[in-house]
């Protein structure tokens, strides 16, 4: 059973920083693509950022210089480290891998 559980988000003043965590259970990230997206109030899912197989990232353009995805093979976990965050930034942010989705968690940037 694959489980992805987020953790670390909260509120944040405009120019803060916040760190997520996606713990995994039941696949093992280094052999996987993962990724994380946000969603807005009333606007669809959108893709922030993906570590591959490989190691490699990408970004959407919005967050480039300011976040970073990195993962930790012994624990299997992933984050996104997020810096000079911007009030555009407050969204559920959601880990996803293959065909799992964990349930979010909320981060709120202030102005």
């Known amino acids: 059973q694959v489980q992805l559980v987020e953790s670390g988000g909260g509120l944040v003043q405009a120019g803060g920083s916040l760190r997520l965590a996606c713990a995994a259970s039941?696949?093992?990230?280094?052999?996987?693509?993962m990724y994380w997206y946000r969603q807005a109030p009333w606007k669809p899912r959108e893709f922030v950022a993906i570590i591959s197989r490989s190691g490699s990232t990408d970004y959407r353009d919005s967050v480039k210089g300011r976040f970073t995805i990195s993962r930790d093979n012994a624990k299997d976990t992933v984050y996104l480290q997020m810096n000079n965050l911007k009030p555009e930034d407050t969204a559920v942010y959601y880990c996803?891998?293959?065909?799992?989705w964990g349930q979010g968690t909320q981060v709120t940037v202030s102005s």
């Open positions: 039941g696949i093992i990230v280094s052999s996987n693509a």
């Open positions: 996803h891998a293959q065909t799992f």
